[in-house]
């Protein structure tokens, strides 16, 4: 694809299913970038079909699977008809591990197939993946079911991706793709791989797939130079995201020093090099409160394709934030009541984390210690070595206790929160717990959530992804078919 058919507006992915099919098709069909967040779908389908799956649209998707045998056999167990009655448990699914059962493996694969294949449904823009490097047990069946679907890009921050590069040349092929696992307190000799067979898969000859973009998400010129150099294969443009936007952060170069309300600083080395990104001659977009025309012209201006937009969309109709979140956060812009919290600890990753502070949700420290500390989604949990070629698991946000017997430091659990359930509450498929505590939500957002009112016209109290693109390409002129565009 040449650079001038690239799309200015990227929207960027939002775990976990913030941005769903629905949110990344209305982009798409506005000519834009829409990105589904790959994020956890096993556990997003799995509630999905057990909440009524309203309107059909999982199941429609899933009966277009292309591997026989595996969606009726995810329907019979998950679908329930008109959806479990209010308060009701919903079914739980076994976690990510080294060596996943073929029932898991199903969910990771068609989880990510239904959501890509229903973004891409009925027209023929562009769609993408964001999957976050550090969450590595479902990657590579992840990238798959995404694939099956005919995904365009995949986009990953979150750590460093160097090796998917080569995972999507692998699958592409149809070869057997492996992802080294990070395992604490193994020998640097000892290596651990996560593996995935295509041909095994599909029991006999590989479903051809095509091969999408791959565009890390970074946030320094140097990393860009690495990637661009030392990647496993090619990589065909970059994010350069601040530490503005939403969701995860990287951390502030040097040593980390917090502001008096204990919010890491950051300073002039934490400014990506737009001239040394440049260099490396690939398209990129910039991401962290740009959703602006005046900072889409002064993005294109420093050389970029254009830009990645996530809080904008976070709160438009088509996002899968529940209503009751998006009303209330609205509401609160339109106040100029609403800030963001730049948490240090909340994430069990250990990366800084962006916070809307909220009432009822996790943000606030009273029902943060309310809540009787569980582990039962897992995404965020980091493998250690136990002995010989046996890994466990461990979570700084699960019983503390439990914790600590896998050799885990008390000093991480402090202040950490169980961020998969809180983000799945927030998009109204939250479990209730054994011991009936609902979990309830926690929020995050970029530092743009305080002026996202901006986008309600006078008596509105909603808005669409097409305003937000509409507001963004306002000073850009129109494709013709005659000249050069922008693309539009
Ligand atoms: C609700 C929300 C969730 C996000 N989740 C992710 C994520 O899972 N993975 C990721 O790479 N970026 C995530 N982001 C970052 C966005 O993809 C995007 O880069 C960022 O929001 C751009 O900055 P802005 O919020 O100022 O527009 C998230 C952002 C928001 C607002």
Same mark, same amino acid.
């Given at each position: 694809?040449?650079?001038?058919?690239?799309?200015?507006?990227?929207?960027?992915? @939002?775990?976990?299913?913030?941005? =769903?099919?629905?949110?990344?098709?209305?982009?798409?069909?506005?000519?834009?970038?829409?990105?589904?967040?790959?994020?956890? $779908?096993?556990?997003? $389908?799995? %509630?999905?079909?057990?909440?009524?799956?309203?309107?059909?649209?999982?199941?429609?998707?899933?009966?277009?699977?292309?591997?026989?045998?595996?969606?009726?056999?995810?329907?019979?167990?998950?679908?329930?008809?008109? /959806?479990?009655? =209010? /308060?009701?448990?919903?079914?739980?699914?076994? @976690?990510?591990?080294? =060596?996943?059962? &073929?029932?898991?493996?199903?969910?990771?694969?068609?989880?990510?197939?239904?959501?890509?294949?229903?973004?891409?449904?009925?027209?023929?823009?562009?769609?993408?993946?964001?999957?976050?490097?550090?969450?590595?047990?479902?990657?590579?069946?992840?990238?798959?079911?995404? @694939?099956?679907?005919?995904?365009?890009?995949? !986009? @990953?921050?979150?750590?460093?991706?160097?090796?998917?590069?080569?995972?999507?040349?692998?699958?592409?092929?149809?070869?057997?793709?492996?992802?080294?696992?990070?395992?604490?307190?193994?020998? %640097?000799?000892?290596?651990?791989?996560?593996?995935?067979?295509?041909?095994?898969?599909?029991?006999?000859?590989?479903?051809?797939?095509? %091969?999408?973009?791959?565009?890390?998400?970074?946030?320094?010129?140097?990393?860009?130079?690495? #990637?661009?150099?030392?990647?496993?294969?090619?990589?065909?443009?970059?994010?350069?995201?601040?530490?503005?936007?939403?969701?995860?952060?990287?951390?502030?170069?040097?040593?980390?020093?917090?502001?008096?309300?204990?919010?890491?600083?950051?300073?002039?080395?934490?400014?990506?090099? *737009?001239?040394?990104?440049?260099?490396?001659?690939?398209?990129?977009? #910039?991401?962290?409160?740009?959703?602006?025309?005046?900072?889409?012209?002064?993005?294109?201006?420093?050389?970029?394709?254009?830009?990645?937009?996530?809080?904008?969309?976070?709160?438009?109709?088509?996002?899968?934030?529940?209503?009751?979140?998006?009303?209330?956060? *609205?509401?609160?812009?339109?106040?100029?009541?609403?800030?963001?919290?730049?948490?240090?600890?909340?994430?069990?990753?250990?990366?800084?984390?962006?916070?809307?502070?909220?009432?009822?949700?996790?943000?606030?420290?009273?029902?943060?210690?309310?809540?009787?500390?569980?582990?039962? !989604?897992?995404?965020?949990?980091?493998?250690?070595?136990?002995?010989?070629?046996?890994?466990?698991? %461990?979570?700084?946000?699960?019983?503390?206790?439990?914790?600590?017997?896998?050799? /885990?430091?008390?000093?991480?659990?402090?202040?950490?929160?169980?961020?998969? =359930?809180?983000? !799945?509450?927030?998009?109204?498929? /939250?479990?209730?717990?054994?011991?009936?505590?609902?979990?309830?939500?926690?929020?995050?957002?970029?530092?743009?959530?305080?002026?996202?009112?901006?986008? $309600?016209?006078?008596?509105?109290?909603?808005?669409?992804?097409?305003?937000?693109?509409?507001?963004? #390409?306002?000073?850009?002129? &129109?494709?013709?078919?005659?000249?050069?565009?922008?693309? &539009?």
């Amino acid at each position: 694809m040449s650079q001038r058919d690239l799309p200015i507006i990227i929207q960027g992915g @939002m775990g976990v299913a913030v941005s =769903n099919w629905r949110l990344a098709r209305a982009v798409s069909q506005l000519g834009q970038f829409g990105v589904v967040s790959g994020t956890a $779908l096993d556990v997003v $389908l799995v %509630r999905r079909l057990q909440t009524g799956d309203p309107g059909g649209h999982a199941r429609r998707a899933v009966a277009q699977f292309p591997i026989p045998g595996i969606a009726e056999r995810v329907l019979d167990r998950y679908f329930v008809p008109g /959806g479990v009655g =209010n /308060g009701e448990r919903l079914r739980s699914h076994p @976690m990510g591990r080294l =060596n996943p059962s &073929r029932s898991l493996e199903d969910l990771m694969v068609l989880g990510n197939f239904v959501e890509i294949y229903l973004a891409k449904e009925g027209h023929e823009g562009r769609v993408g993946v964001n999957l976050l490097t550090k969450i590595q047990a479902p990657t590579i069946p992840s990238l798959y079911g995404a @694939m099956l679907a005919g995904v365009d890009a995949v !986009l @990953m921050g979150a750590g460093i991706p160097r090796e998917i590069p080569r995972v999507l040349d692998d699958l592409a092929a149809g070869r057997p793709a492996e992802l080294r696992l990070d395992v604490k307190e193994a020998a %640097r000799d000892e290596v651990f791989k996560l593996a995935f067979d295509p041909g095994a898969y599909c029991g006999g000859d590989p479903v051809p797939v095509r %091969r999408p973009d791959f565009y890390p998400i970074i946030s320094s010129a140097v990393l860009a130079t690495m #990637l661009a150099k030392k990647a496993t294969g090619s990589v065909e443009g970059f994010i350069v995201e601040g530490p503005t936007a939403g969701g995860h952060n990287a951390p502030p170069r040097g040593k980390l020093r917090l502001s008096d309300s204990g919010e890491p600083i950051y300073g002039d080395k934490d400014v990506a090099d *737009l001239e040394q990104v440049a260099a490396v001659g690939l398209p990129f977009w #910039l991401a962290g409160s740009y959703a602006e025309p005046e900072r889409v012209a002064e993005a294109l201006a420093a050389g970029a394709t254009g830009v990645q937009v996530g809080t904008a969309f976070a709160y438009c109709d088509e996002s899968g934030f529940s209503p009751e979140l998006k009303t209330a956060v *609205l509401a609160r812009s339109r106040e100029k009541s609403v800030e963001v919290f730049t948490d240090p600890v909340a994430s069990p990753t250990g990366f800084p984390f962006k916070v809307v502070p909220l009432e009822d949700t996790m943000s606030e420290q009273p029902v943060y210690e309310k809540r009787t500390r569980v582990c039962d !989604l897992g995404y965020l949990r980091t493998a250690y070595r136990i002995d010989g070629d046996t890994v466990g698991w %461990r979570c700084p946000s699960e019983p503390v206790g439990d914790y600590l017997r896998k050799g /885990g430091d008390e000093a991480d659990t402090v202040g950490r929160k169980c961020v998969c =359930n809180a983000l !799945l509450a927030g998009i109204g498929l /939250g479990q209730v717990q054994k011991s009936g505590e609902p979990e309830l939500p926690l929020i995050t957002s970029g530092d743009d959530v305080a002026r996202v009112a901006r986008f $309600l016209k006078p008596g509105a109290d909603s808005y669409t992804a097409a305003d937000v693109v509409e507001y963004l #390409l306002r000073d850009i002129p &129109r494709r013709s078919s005659e000249g050069p565009g922008f693309g &539009r």
